[in-house]
């Protein structure tokens, strides 16, 4: 049976799909449209009681968060395609630290970024300038530090690519194309090597084609 | 040679500190004082670069972020003390899950209540009581999905105790002391039970009589 994805459109379901893809799994994806509101539909919700975005069906095997899902599946395919999770304890555990940098430090301000310039026109919301303003300085503080990791190591976990990497692919890919901050990531030597390096594996750039952005500006 | 965790007085570190206590491996406490800004002393900050706690240290390799911390001697000690991951790649995908949502949902209202209500004063501070009102009803709304998930099975991730349900504690636990807001778990029959088992643990009664508080309302 194929394993599916619900709500490949928008950006943390595509942790999930390069995952996949990475791990050589075949999957299919069931759209879930936000504006419409079907992730609030009652059939939705008894997939995923909070109602976003993604979820996975591996049989009759159902799981949320997309960093749940990734580590599952990297984990359950462990002999097959990429490995993202380490091969040690100690590997892992520094991919697991990374992966909680984005989750904790990384994605909140970003995530941000993409409501206030992506979405909010689109919401006939107001920008709020001082808050766009506020994340772009906690973002840039986070890329600081990420660029000193950087440069003491080809990947954030170590010389290994891995999930903590590939985690970060959907909402920086929107810095980059659609908020015009693109100068964040370029400024910074390091970051922006690896930038170079992990958005141009095959799986993204399939991810990309396959999925195109719902919402740009 | 002996586990180090930095911070024992403060609450994402006690997360550690149970999980090590579960898994039966011994440590010893860095005390790390954030009312005196030691968080942001040039040599805790090449340990931690963004300046929070905890940190641990075992022998020469370092790792930073609670829940990190926590699959990393979950992973290392498998065998050893509590099971706290399951025991299938599909248990662990359900821990995995559940502690997603406890740091992408549950926390997030939490953080901001501890803040507001146990810290501002102390850090002279105005309370933003809208802010208290926004983020308590953020949090019932989390414990109404837990109260359905738990009246189908005893623990977060199935019917077994793992490092879903540990990660709640330290916060939960000032949610029901220090704020005078123990109705939110009582009022909910499931969450109501389940607080008490998990809370009761020799562990957890442990670290609350070895490392108190150091913010109290």
């Known amino acids: 049976m194929v394993v599916k994805v619900y709500g490949p459109a928008y950006a943390s379901p595509k942790r999930v799909l390069v995952c996949l893809i990475e791990k050589e799994v075949e999957f299919e994806t069931v759209p879930v449209d936000l504006l ?10 008894k997939l995923q009681p909070f109602g976003t975005v993604p979820v996975t069906q591996d ?11 990734m580590r599952y599946y990297a984990e359950k395919y462990k002999s097959q395609g990429t490995d993202l999770l380490g091969k ?4 892992r555990g520094l991919v697991e630290n990374w992966l909680e940098v984005e989750a904790q430090s990384y994605n909140p301000p970003m995530f941000t970024l993409t409501v206030q310039i992506m979405l909010s026109s689109k919401l006939g919301l107001p920008r709020d300038e001082n808050l766009i303003k ?26 290994f690519f891995s999930l903590a990497d590939l985690s970060h692919l959907p ?22 090597a690896w930038w170079d390096d992990i958005s141009s594996r095959p799986s993204w ?12 500006n």
């Open 59 to 69: 049989g009759d095997y159902t799981l949320y968060e997309s960093r749940a899902i």
């Open 88 to 91: 040690t304890v100690e590997e």
């Open 205 to 216: 750039q399939k991810v990309l084609q396959l999925y195109a952005a719902p919402f740009k």
């Open 134 to 159: 506020e994340s772009e300085e906690k973002l840039g503080k986070v890329l600081d530090i990420y660029e000193e990791r950087l440069s003491k190591s080809k990947y954030l976990a170590g010389n």
């Open 36 to 45: 419409k509101g079907e992730h609030k539909d009652p059939e939705y919700l």
């Open 171 to 192: 909402f920086t890919q929107y810095l980059v194309d659609h908020m015009g901050k693109e100068y964040m990531i370029k400024s910074r030597k390091h970051v922006s």
